[in-house]
């Protein structure tokens, strides 16, 4: 039994035990005293046996503000997509929602909400980001027990198709014009990208003691987006950028705002900027480990060692830069050729776009 708060939140919460079964209620006030008084006069009715759950009518006053700060208090530390982006998609999912009820949702809002949110600029794959945490919100709403399960089960939503096949990369050429066109913060972040093709939270994320390992050559994360161990060889270039990196025995990070001390949480103005000075369009952040994984194929990488370094759990995601190495498609043509007719034919690949034959035999 106790009195508390949530983090960032004024409002008091109550926990109780009854008929051995533990409940946690909010009390809607930010007074102590006041909230004082609730939990005793709780503790009161169940000592005389006169307290019952009451799941109806208190699940009729939870508003979505209250099951934000609840699953957020519960997402933070327990999952790591909760630093990278989810916290930030909650924030924006509370001013849409804030004050309405629980009980109000539906799959008519929730479709409105997504038009809402099309007509504004944002790509499905965004859309279906921000319907998905609803989604699980709502779950755990339901094991909670502020949410009815007959509500949360009606509400039926259909993610939208996204186009999954966009694969934008950068020449080398481009990749050096972007390097150069960056301030001096954001380039050491933009080579770390180029040469490991990790997403932007890792790289952010990134500490000292526990992610580098400079004397063996390898990045180490425990914590990736599919759930596994994650090693990254460091070539002699990353190698290069990370010793030259201030590196303070009073902040752990890696890539830090050397006048807060804290780490980066974004760059996008930064990055729009490099971009916009390189002359480059059509480019994201996410986009610089589609570049490592174009380049690592167009180099003759094969694909199953490509998908190890990217951290793809199947071969699926990692297939769509197959087409860009033809060469093992037309060895395995040719192996069929010798084969079947003996005849034996060398060649040599154009810039990716064909093969040339350089000696024939039979």
Known sequence: MGLYRLKESSIWWISFSADGKQYRRSTETDDKELA????????????????????????????????????????????????CWKSYIIKQLVRRFGTMKLHKFNTHLLEQFQSERLKKGNKPATVNRLIAVISHMFTKAVDWEIMDKAVASSIRVKMLPENNRRLRYLSK??????????????????????????????ILGLRWDTHIDLKHGFILLDQTKNGERREIPINATLKTVLQGLTRRLDIPHVFYDGTTGRPYKDMKKSFKTALRRAGIRDFHFHDLRHTFASQLVMAGVDITTVKELLGH??????????????????????????????????????????????????
Not at 316 to 343: C, E, I
């Open 36 to 83: 004082k008084r609730i939990l005793k006069s709780i503790e009161g009715r169940i000592a005389e046996g006169k307290w019952f759950p009451e799941t109806r009518a208190h699940q009729a006053e939870y508003t979505f503000t209250g099951l934000a700060e609840r699953y957020s208090a519960w997402a933070e530390g327990r999952q790591k997509a909760y630093a």
């Open 173 to 202: 050429e481009e990749c050096q014009g972007l390097i150069n066109a960056c301030e001096p913060h954001l380039r050491p972040i933009v080579i770390t990208a180029l040469n490991t093709g990790m997403r932007r939270g890792e």
């Open 313 to 362: 759990k199947t071969l699926t995601m990692t297939l769509r830069y197959a087409h860009l190495a033809p060469s093992h498609k037309v060895k395995a043509v040719g192996v069929l050729d010798r084969k079947l007719t003996g005849n034996y034919h060398s060649f040599i690949t154009v810039d990716g776009n064909g093969v040339t034959p350089i000696s024939v035999s039979h």
